[in-house]
């Protein structure tokens, strides 16, 4: 048991999906997991393990912003043995060319956030990146999934404030960031750091250019493409593995 996760070790897999959401974690677990174990209630941020396909997955909320997202994911990876965290969230589109529930899969994630640079101590501007492997297998995978919408591979913005006027989304559109969530550079250095693996994929829940958005409800309910895409990702991670 860790400060903020109530499970003992064996009882989270090797692969976790990441949802910022809890209630989207409990969305997942009680729809796509079977013989499903809640292993967390701790500050509400809920936390399953069950199979999905015959294979182990676990799904734990992260809560919003690149803090609390650190927070779990150190945990998962240090007290837990965790290979791979895949985020599966939702994201404001920045670019008039992508649509409302296109899904956005982060190469890299560019951030505001002091936190990266802090990690460095001012010496440089780290690249977070995701797990290549992942990321090509989440992909390929979409590609049969996803028959609605659109998947995109590029470079999203994790945001530290939600309420952020100061920031010129439009230069970070015109240098090809796509979207704006609050988590994933967060997530991608500590997996860096302790050599893991992560991937955050998004689906696009509101526009800042048109103005277009969906409820709090479809976002916790409906994105459920993106839920099949990681859920497959990560049985096919367990094969790979054997």
Same mark, same amino acid.
């Given at each position: 048991?860790?400060?903020?996760?109530?499970a003992e070790? +064996?009882?989270?897999?090797?692969?976790?999906?990441? =949802?910022?959401? =809890?209630?989207?974690?409990? @969305?997942?677990?009680?729809?796509? !997991?079977?013989? #499903?174990?809640? $292993?967390?209630?701790?500050?509400? /941020?809920?936390?399953?393990?069950?199979?999905?396909?015959? #294979?182990?997955?676990?799904?734990?909320?992260?809560?919003? +912003?690149? =803090?609390?997202?650190?927070?779990?994911?150190?945990?998962? @990876?240090?007290? $837990?043995?965790?290979?791979?965290?895949?985020?599966?969230?939702?994201?404001?589109?920045?670019?008039?060319?992508?649509?409302?529930?296109d899904i956005?899969?982060?190469?890299?994630?560019?951030?505001?956030?002091?936190?990266?640079?802090?990690?460095?101590?001012?010496?440089?501007?780290?690249?977070?990146? +995701?797990?290549?492997?992942?990321?090509?297998?989440? $992909?390929?995978?979409?590609?049969?999934?996803?028959?609605?919408?659109?998947?995109?591979?590029? %470079?999203?913005?994790?945001?530290?404030?939600? @309420?952020?006027?100061?920031? %010129? &989304?439009?230069?970070?559109?015109? @240098? +090809?960031?796509?979207?704006?969530?609050?988590?994933?550079?967060?997530? $991608?250095?500590?997996?860096?750091?302790?050599?893991?693996?992560?991937?955050?994929?998004?689906?696009?829940?509101?526009?800042?250019?048109?103005?277009?958005?969906?409820?709090?409800?479809?976002?916790?309910? &409906?994105?459920?493409?993106? /839920?099949?895409?990681?859920?497959?990702?990560?049985?096919? !991670?367990?094969?790979?593995?054997?």
């Amino acid at each position: 048991m860790s400060v903020h996760i109530g499970a003992e070790k +064996g009882q989270i897999a090797k692969t976790v999906l990441f =949802p910022g959401d =809890p209630l989207r974690a409990k @969305y997942i677990a009680d729809n796509f !997991l079977e013989d #499903v174990e809640q $292993y967390n209630t701790i500050r509400n /941020m809920f936390g399953y393990t069950g199979t999905y396909k015959g #294979v182990r997955v676990s799904v734990q909320g992260s809560g919003m +912003g690149i =803090p609390s997202a650190m927070i779990y994911a150190e945990e998962l @990876y240090t007290l $837990y043995d965790v290979e791979t965290i895949i985020r599966i969230g939702s994201a404001g589109a920045m670019h008039e060319d992508i649509n409302i529930r296109d899904i956005v899969i982060a190469q890299g994630a560019t951030t505001d956030s002091s936190v990266l640079e802090n990690i460095f101590e001012g010496q440089v501007s780290f690249a977070a990146l +995701g797990s290549f492997n992942v990321l090509d297998t989440a $992909y390929h995978l979409a590609q049969d999934i996803v028959t609605d919408n659109r998947v995109i591979v590029g %470079n999203m913005f994790s945001s530290d404030r939600f @309420y952020n006027d100061e920031i %010129n &989304t439009k230069k970070l559109a015109d @240098y +090809g960031v796509l979207c704006v969530e609050m988590e994933a550079a967060g997530i $991608y250095s500590v997996a860096a750091k302790h050599n893991r693996q992560a991937l955050a994929m998004v689906t696009i829940s509101d526009h800042l250019v048109t103005g277009e958005e969906t409820t709090a409800e479809e976002r916790e309910t &409906t994105f459920t493409q993106m /839920m099949e895409v990681a859920l497959e990702t990560a049985v096919k !991670l367990d094969k790979e593995a054997k």
